[in-house]
């Protein structure tokens, strides 16, 4: 990891949450993601992956540690600018997409956020564009290929011009050119990238670095490559690559941290 | 799911009554309903009129009549409650296709039929030829609360999912042999009923929580 010399995009310190009919999904959570970094968040189902990522733009609210986004806590009075900060992708699009028209779902956060006009319009298109999709801004969400919708998902979310992404499993169900496709569009992006995912192959591809969630709290910390080779540690955590991959003869799409 | 399948409802076209903008058809059948309810069930003449001017606008419209016929299956339930009428209506009783029926429940069901059939009809028409969300824009411009159209506009854009939901755990269920033939299979219609219930609540929540991140606080950006 490297030494931070800037406030963290994302720092988590001490983060511990139950749900209100008592099961406790996160104990103590540490984590710190610096501007520009794309960080893979990896553990087995059931670890608190997605109950950590509802705790990042404030949806839950922690029952103890503190989140802030570049400095900036996690709580009621900054909800609104926490939420454009960051930006969350959930896993099915069809939850994201619900407006008449791409156009009008990519415009629904910048709305929100008070723009009109010529304004929210550049904002939608330029967001579109990023992810190759705006010659679809009139066609209603339900009528695009699955690919196609997860794409506009991670658009509605770029017009916010969040400073992190958060993705919740991006290439669940995708088939395997369009997981390229997004591969490719969110290695374009110069965005911070936080990415939820049990797709070790693409966590090798895309991230760097990447952090291991088990039970609640993060168990390992550090560079992807270093990670899936530690078979002592991979087995510990119910992790498990795909049949056939071996990480030390697959080439590094990531640049090294 | 996936690409290039509209609504059930609507017959893509471009007749002068397809380009009619939204809220003027819905005031125009409003009227019309409105018009055929107030008018006392034993003018012929005036039905026989009113049943023109349907056939007319269908014409126009170039929707293929059986399309819209076919399409009125959903009075069927009123139909048989009509058929009944007669027979357990009481009051004087008159002899209609050799059956002692009550007088006043004949002329009900004669009511009941014929007006439920031109507002069924005037409505499959309006659907036939307008988009659902040209409706959701005229029922705005005319000024329907705002919570309501949003409402209806949730609806209209989940509708296709959960019918997919329903025929995938139709076919679910069909792919372990089950079939429902009698009575005694009702209760899995239930149970499958509930758990579409309370997948498409769990959608809502979902639905909701991607708004919240996206900067909701309780209203449509317009």
């Known amino acids: 990891m490297t030494t931070p010399v800037s406030t963290p995009v994302l720092d988590v310190q001490g983060l511990a949450y139950a749900y209100p009919d008592g099961h406790q999904a996160l104990f103590g959570v540490d984590l710190h993601v610096h501007r520009g970094e794309r960080v893979a968040l990896l553990g087995p189902n059931g670890a608190g992956k997605t109950t950590l990522v509802l705790h990042l733009n404030g949806i839950l609210s922690p029952g103890a540690g503190t989140v802030r986004v570049s400095g900036l806590p996690v709580d009621k009075a900054n909800l609104r600018e926490v939420r454009r900060r960051v930006g969350v992708v959930f896993q099915d699009p069809d939850d994201q997409l619900f407006m008449g028209s791409v156009r009008a779902d990519v415009g629904f956060g910048p709305a929100n956020l008070g723009l009109k006009g010529a304004a929210l319009e550049s904002r939608v298109m330029t967001a579109l564009d990023q992810v190759g999709m705006a010659d679809f801004a009139d066609r209603p969400p339900h009528h695009l290929s699955f690919g196609q919708r997860r794409r506009v998902a991670v658009a509605t979310v770029l017009a916010m011009q969040p400073e992190i992404l958060v993705l919740d499993e991006p290439s669940s169900n995708l088939d395997p050119a369009s997981r390229r496709e997004l591969a490719d569009i969110l290695r374009s992006l110069d965005v911070t990238v936080l990415m939820v995912t049990h797709d070790l192959p693409y966590a090798l591809e895309l991230c760097a670095r990447s952090v291991v969630l088990h039970d609640g709290t993060i168990v390992a910390d550090g560079s992807t490559h270093d990670l899936l080779t530690d078979d002592a540690l991979m087995r510990a955590h119910r992790l498990e690559l795909p049949f056939g991959f071996d990480p030390r003869s697959a080439p590094s799409g990531a640049p090294r941290p | ?222």
């Open chain 2, 1 to 222: 799911m996936g690409a290039g399948h509209g609504h059930r409802l609507h017959y893509h076209g471009h007749s002068p009554l397809h380009r009619c903008p939204a809220h003027l058809k819905i005031l125009t059948v409003l009227a019309f309903t409105l018009l055929v309810v107030a008018t006392p069930s034993t003018w012929l003449p005036a039905y026989a009129g009113y049943l023109l001017l349907i056939a007319a606008a269908i014409g126009v419209s170039r929707v293929p009549p059986l399309y819209v016929l076919r399409r009125t299956v959903i009075e069927v339930p009123f139909l048989v409650f009509a058929l009944l009428l007669p027979f357990v209506a009481t009051g004087p009783t008159t002899e209609f296709l050799g059956l002692i029926v009550s007088e006043s429940g004949l002329l009900a069901a004669w009511t009941l039929v014929v007006k439920g059939t031109l507002g069924v009809l005037a409505s499959l028409t309006l659907a036939a030829t307008t988009e659902p969300q040209d409706l959701l824009i005229g029922l705005e411009r005319l000024r329907l609360p705002h919570q309501l159209v949003q409402i209806m506009a949730f609806m209209v854009r989940y509708l296709d999912l959960v019918t997919g939901e329903m025929a995938r755990m139709k076919v679910a269920r069909e792919s372990r042999g089950f079939s429902a033939r009698n009575p005694r299979h009702w209760p899995v219609l239930a149970r499958t009923a509930g758990a579409l219930f309370i997948r498409s609540y769990e959608r809502g929540e979902r639905v909701h929580l991607a708004m919240l991140s996206r900067g909701y606080t309780g209203r449509m950006p317009r």
